[in-house]
């Protein structure tokens, strides 16, 4: 038998009230969580249980009441936008190539009550032209006529015979600023797909885009970038503000990239359409001159530099412009008392004027400033 010292005796001992002291205080930690826990249990406030309808469901939704108001104005604005194909198209536009130009498929916005649609010169065609203009909710389809169209721009007013129509409201393209919401709405890909929506930001103001067809080169200036979804078939159709009123007429996309469309500004043919509602015909006045803004002319010569106006590239010698000695390289900084620094500037200055009216040049040319009065032709 093996016999224990008084030291193995007292270590034992030891042991033995270390290991109750330990269970004394683990017994004590569970009886104080169980008490902890049973007063949280009866303190709880569980509700009787319901029973849910479908009428109560119904009342307990919560409707957001701005994306409601936008799916209203958006609705309403669908409206005004219709479906435009071709009869015929040619081959001299800078959009030819376009796929919307094989589909003879494209969109539009009625600007007047009375049959007044806008749209793009490329889905269109040329003044004169023939075009079906499909409407919402009516199942006729309707020939219109290009009244007027400028191939520069991209812009064209066609006329149907049809009264009561539901006009698309016009905002202000000058108010813009980058990252303000806007739709774009149009036939993307075809009339099963009309009126379709997409949703994006202002991405970029003032825009200058080169194009090319074959071994020509155009430009488009003052645009408005957006990162709205822009297909074929979108052109011609509106970009609208939060407001649903028209700050732009989409008119080409980047085919590299996602997300770079591009709207024409509406303040540029405002004074069209004011004009042409008013005396059912549209005349345009010219100056007889090609120029472009500082935007353009960095692709043109990167050396020619200038602050302000816009450079004369051009000027048609059977207009009065010629006679009065403009020249290539001038540059125009005023058109009366109105200040111009884009061609879009004098587009919409020169719109609101009539054949035969007089206005003042301003021009700068060799750091010399001078005036010139010419008769519109």
């Not at 303190?43 to 119904?58: G, L, R, S």
């Not at 936008?81 to 800078?94: C, E, L, W």
């Not at 003044?127 to 909710?137: D, N, R, V």
């Not at 990162?227 to 007429?249: E, K, Y």
């Amino acid at each position: 038998m093996k016999k224990y010292n008084k030291y193995e005796k007292k270590e034992k001992k030891e042991n033995v009230f270390t290991w109750f002291i330990w269970e004394t205080i683990f017994i004590f930690a569970i009886a104080t969580a169980t008490i902890v826990l049973y007063d949280m249990y009866i303190n709880i406030d569980v509700k009787p249980y319901q029973t849910y309808t479908a009428e109560k469901v119904a009342e307990e939704v919560v409707i957001d009441p701005e994306t409601n108001e936008t799916s209203e104005m958006l609705e309403n604005v669908s409206k005004s936008v219709v479906g435009i194909s071709k009869i015929t198209t040619n081959d001299t536009g800078i959009f030819s190539i376009n796929s919307e130009k094989m589909l003879s498929l494209g969109s539009g916005i009625i600007v007047s009550e009375d049959g007044y649609i806008l749209t793009n010169e490329h889905v269109s065609g040329a003044k004169y032209s023939k075009c079906y203009i499909s409407i919402e909710g009516d199942s006729k389809e309707y020939q219109g006529t290009v009244m007027w169209s400028d191939s520069d721009i991209d812009l064209s007013i066609v006329k149907i015979e049809r009264l009561g129509l539901t006009p698309i409201k016009l905002g202000d393209s000058e108010s813009i600023k980058i990252g303000n919401i806007v739709y774009a709405i149009g036939n993307p890909i075809g009339l099963e797909f009309e009126r379709t929506v997409t949703s994006g930001i202002i991405s970029a103001v003032n825009r200058t885009i080169k194009l090319k067809e074959d071994e020509n080169y155009s430009y488009m200036e003052d645009l408005i970038q957006t990162d709205a979804t822009i297909n074929s078939g979108n052109s011609g159709g509106p970009l609208i503000n939060s407001s649903g009123q028209v700050i732009g007429i989409n008119t080409v996309k980047i085919e590299e990239a996602e997300g770079i469309g591009f709207s024409i500004p509406i303040n540029i043919v405002k004074p069209i359409i004011e004009k042409i509602k008013k005396d059912d015909n549209f005349t345009e006045a010219s100056l007889g001159i090609y120029a472009y803004d500082k935007e353009v002319i960095q692709y043109l010569d990167e050396d020619l530099e200038f602050n302000s106006g816009i450079y004369v590239v051009s000027v048609k010698k059977d207009t009065e412009t010629y006679k009065k000695g403009i020249l290539k390289g001038d540059i125009i900084t005023m058109i009366d008392d109105v200040e111009i620094n884009k061609v879009t500037d004098l587009r919409k200055y020169i719109y609101t004027k009539n054949v035969g009216d007089i206005v003042r040049l301003t021009i700068t040319r060799n750091r010399k400033t001078f005036g010139v009065e010419v008769k519109l032709r």
